[in-house]
């Protein structure tokens, strides 16, 4: 996915929002958002909008010297949800379709979003998660893919969302190997190793780094044992918009995306109404583009 110029305001947005994890001081809030200018000057047309919220990012850990300033809330993010597990693997498990039950929790936890959100009902959320329709739902092509799949990467997206995703890893383990791709340094509020250990998934998962300290997953940014692990995937699960919009145009991959069409630039490449839950193959992205159904 390209860079919109819709996107420009949100790269200001973000910079702003990880300065307030830190300080409500408006001279704070502003020298951060005074970090996203250059690169929103040097960004061109043709970088995904991954790409320069990467370089802002950079900026803003550089100047907090390393330090994480979304820790706090991550952790608070993962112990929220994990009130709600039991109640998510039970709905799931009972469910008439528990692949699509899952696939739903899945997306429950990307629309809650608890890195732009302080203070959440839970319950509602997931409750219309659950019973509401979804924008595309690729259900008939991950269902027969998953009969022939031995090796599942799972490219996990935020703290806390993690939670909402082990329905569907364990769902997933029954076909295959499932390894957790995490961030190997922190980036916005997404997971590390750390939070990933924190979020109760099911025994028997492997996790991995991906090596990148790039916002989504920029393949030329990771390390070799990632790229090994994403080659020869039977089959990848990408949580999330920004892993959207970094590997919508991958070729080679039999990729499926969860998430919630937070803008209206990603909406119009799916092919769907802004803020629809979205559970779609890269094989029907390509179809929507070519404007074959």
Do not use: W
Request: proline share 3%; hydrophobic share 45%.
């Amino acid at each position: 996915m390209r860079v919109h110029l819709q996107c420009f305001p949100c790269f200001l947005k973000q910079a702003m929002i990880a300065a307030q994890q830190i300080s409500a001081d408006p001279a704070l809030v502003k020298s951060f958002i005074d970090l996203s200018l250059e690169p929103i000057r040097e960004a061109s047309l043709g970088d995904t909008p991954a790409h320069i919220a990467t370089e802002i990012y950079r900026r803003i850990r550089a100047k907090l010297n390393g330090t994480d300033p979304f820790r706090r809330i991550k952790d608070r993010c993962t112990a929220i949800a994990l009130e709600s597990r039991d109640d998510l693997f039970h709905s799931v498990r009972t469910a008439a379709n528990p692949l699509e039950a899952a696939i739903r929790a899945s997306v429950a936890g990307n629309v809650i979003d608890f890195g732009i959100y302080s203070d959440i009902n839970i319950g509602p959320i997931i409750d219309n998660v659950l019973h509401g329709e979804f924008g595309i739902l690729s259900l008939s092509e991950l269902t027969e893919d998953l009969e022939s799949a031995r090796s599942v990467l799972f490219l996990a997206d935020n703290a806390g969302e993690l939670v909402f995703d082990a329905p569907l890893i364990e769902h997933l383990m029954q076909f295959g190997g499932v390894t957790v791709v995490v961030k190997s340094v922190p980036v916005i509020n997404d997971a590390t190793i750390e939070d990933a250990r924190a979020s109760r998934i099911p025994d028997g998962v492997k996790y991995i780094e991906n090596g990148s300290d790039c916002v989504g997953t920029i393949l030329e940014t990771c390390s070799e044992e990632f790229m090994d692990a994403f080659n020869e995937a039977d089959l990848i699960v990408s949580k999330g918009q920004a892993n959207f919009e970094t590997l919508d145009e991958v070729d080679g991959a039999n990729i499926y995306f969860l998430f919630k069409a937070k803008c209206e630039v990603t909406a119009g490449i799916v092919g769907v109404k802004k803020d629809s839950l979205c559970a779609i193959s890269n094989r029907s992205i390509r179809r929507t583009r070519s404007g074959c159904f």
